[in-house]
């Protein structure tokens, strides 16, 4: 079975600060990782996958299998970031992912 | 292009009642997928089609059924409303050719 945790419901911060969101996942094969976010009033929408291995927003994922996570990543946090942000494994399936619990991060003035 | 598209934005239901979601798309996606989304349990995928003609089940399909008669839209049915089915419902599409999911704007029901 596969399984995507993310341990932090709620993340606060403060503009300027480095913010770190973790998720980690279970899964037997190769799998591919998203993070997906939903700013406020706004639809869900993909932030990055890791296979691009590309920084978006100034965010960054990388996935390290042997610790089975792919953590979300910004040096500098900025007041836009507050968002909901989930992580998803494209596993078993190649038609479906598997969702997070999600993580609300708030980045204060 | 509206992209994805869900009908209504809101709705209230007494427990008992039917009501069906409607998911519409212009993207010429493939596959779509409608998502229930609750406070700490994340995006949950209830039923998912990989084209149209054809559906399966995800992870909470019980007391919900789909049908995706037309490829550009995929209808989630509630036979007989019950207050667990209180939450806000997302529509995705996705091409397939890509692992993108474009997501609508979300029906938020209530059952009372």
Not at chain 1, 62 to 86: C, V
Not at chain 2, 67 to 79: M, V
Request: one cysteine or more; charged letters at 20%.
């Amino acid at each position: 079975a596969q399984r995507v945790t993310q341990p932090e419901k709620l993340l606060s911060v403060f503009k300027g600060a480095p913010v770190e969101l973790k998720c980690n996942y279970s899964y037997s094969g190769s799998p591919e990782l998203f993070w997906y976010v939903q700013y406020s009033r706004q639809r869900l929408q993909l932030l990055l996958r890791h296979i691009s291995r590309e920084s978006i927003k100034g965010f960054t994922a990388d996935l390290n299998k042997g610790e089975t996570s792919f953590h979300l990543k910004k040096p500098f946090a900025q007041e836009e970031d507050s968002a909901m942000y989930y992580c998803a494994l494209k596993g078993t399936s190649g038609s479906r992912l598997t969702f997070g619990e999600g993580t609300q991060l708030t980045v204060n003035p | 292009n509206a992209g994805v598209t869900q009908t209504p934005k809101f709705r209230v239901l007494k427990t008992g009642q039917s009501m069906t979601l409607l998911c519409a798309q212009d993207m010429n996606h493939e596959y779509m997928y409608w998502y229930r989304q609750d406070p700490g349990m994340g995006l949950r995928l209830i039923h998912y089609s990989v084209g149209e003609g054809t559906t399966a089940k995800g992870e909470v399909p019980d007391g919900y059924n789909v049908s995706r008669l037309k490829k550009q839209n995929f209808l989630l049915g509630l036979e007989s409303a019950a207050p667990s089915q209180t939450s806000v419902y997302f529509c995705a599409g996705r091409g397939g050719g890509t692992d993108t999911q474009y997501f609508g704007p979300g029906t938020r029901l209530t059952v009372l």
